[in-house]
């Protein structure tokens, strides 16, 4: 008898449009990149889970659990698994995190191919809810989700739920279609820290007021990629995100740039790129975009302990069997 397997990916992420504004509500624009996580599956004696993070026998890691706990209150008893879960080699630079987004991959890989094996449906919304369930259960209730989004639906313009049993998320696929090239400082930021500290000015009026300002340019920047008008969008992504940068600095008290994020900055948009920034929660790595970014790409590399990657813009979650 043909042994049955289920083969799935899910891609990286890159979050230009509403980093900390889309964990309050607001709108956001996140890029999908081809840097992906590889899931396969069978049904097995025992449960045997080989990942990139090392081999676990009978329990999984927390990541393993949490989505197959997702199946345990759905199902009831499951079955046990034989489970290969690999990451491309760029979610980690220089042994540190990229910031592209393992762990919300490796969720949507894990949950769309152990679904696939339990219902015998490739059906990438219930894949979502459940792993958007998974990984908020695993994160406490901290975090937009905009990462398992887009690692199921690709490039997407998202809005957070505003609770996880509604699941009112809005997600609406949207490339932007140019040149990615990212570079690593060799810096790693504590996200959840970060969240931390904007959740606790959350009612300050000029937090307030400032993040009511930056949705405003979020918004006016999505309408014009929505219509294929990137390059004026930038110019209301760049207003957008002076602002952050200025309520993080003055009224947070974060730093989500620093020197160096801003000097590669300062040479990528000298050097052609149309728009650049520390993307996601900030502080650790660069990313230029734009249409031909050879030149940018040269520059960085010059620059001693920085590490630089091109990416392309992905597809969202693959079944591949
Ligand atoms: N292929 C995988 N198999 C098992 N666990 C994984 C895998 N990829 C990522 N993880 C889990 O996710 C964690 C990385 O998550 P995190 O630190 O939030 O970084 P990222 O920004 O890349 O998501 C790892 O420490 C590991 O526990
Ligand atoms: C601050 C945020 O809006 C964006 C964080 O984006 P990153 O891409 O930096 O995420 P991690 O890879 O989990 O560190 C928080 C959120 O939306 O969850």
Excluded at 97 to 113: D, H, P, Q
Aim: net charge neutral; charged share 25%.
């Amino acid at each position: 008898m043909k042994e049955i397997k289920s083969v799935a990916s899910a891609p990286g992420k890159v979050l230009w449009i509403g980093s900390y504004s889309v964990v309050f509500g607001g709108i956001g624009h996140v890029i999908a990149v081809n840097k992906r996580v590889h899931a396969e599956c069978r049904i097995s004696n025992e449960n045997l889970f080989e990942t990139s993070y090392g081999i676990f026998k009978n329990r999984g890691n927390e990541l393993i659990e949490s989505v197959l706990n997702q199946f345990r209150v759905m199902y009831g008893n499951i079955p046990k698994f034989h489970v290969k879960l690999i990451n491309d080699p760029e979610f980690i630079i220089n042994g540190r995190k990229s910031g592209l987004g393992s762990s919300s991959a490796a969720t949507v890989a894990l949950t769309a191919c152990i679904f696939s094996l339990l219902s015998g449906e490739n059906n990438p919304d219930e894949v979502h809810k459940i792993a958007q369930r998974a990984n908020y259960e695993r994160q406490k209730g901290i975090g937009s989700g905009f990462d398992v989004a887009s690692a199921v639906y690709g490039s997407i313009v998202y809005r957070r739920f505003t609770s996880i049993e509604k699941m009112d998320y809005y997600v609406k696929p949207l490339r932007i279609n140019k040149e990615l090239v990212m570079a690593f400082i060799g810096e790693s930021f504590d996200t959840v820290s970060s969240v931390a500290e904007f959740v606790k000015k959350k009612d300050d009026p000029r937090f307030k007021e400032i993040m009511s300002m930056i949705e405003e340019e979020n918004k006016f920047a999505i309408e014009l990629i929505e219509k294929g008008r990137v390059e004026e969008a930038v110019e209301h992504v760049r207003l957008a995100r002076n602002m952050l940068v200025n309520l993080a600095t003055e009224v947070v008290n974060v730093k989500i740039e620093n020197d160096l994020t801003r000097k590669l900055e300062e040479i990528a948009e000298r050097e052609g790129a149309i728009f650049s920034l520390s993307p996601g929660a900030g502080g650790e790595s660069v990313v230029a975009i734009g249409d031909n970014l050879e030149r940018v790409k040269e520059a960085w590399s010059k620059i001693k302990g920085i590490s630089v990657i091109t990416l392309k813009e992905d597809e969202g979650l693959k079944f591949e069997v």
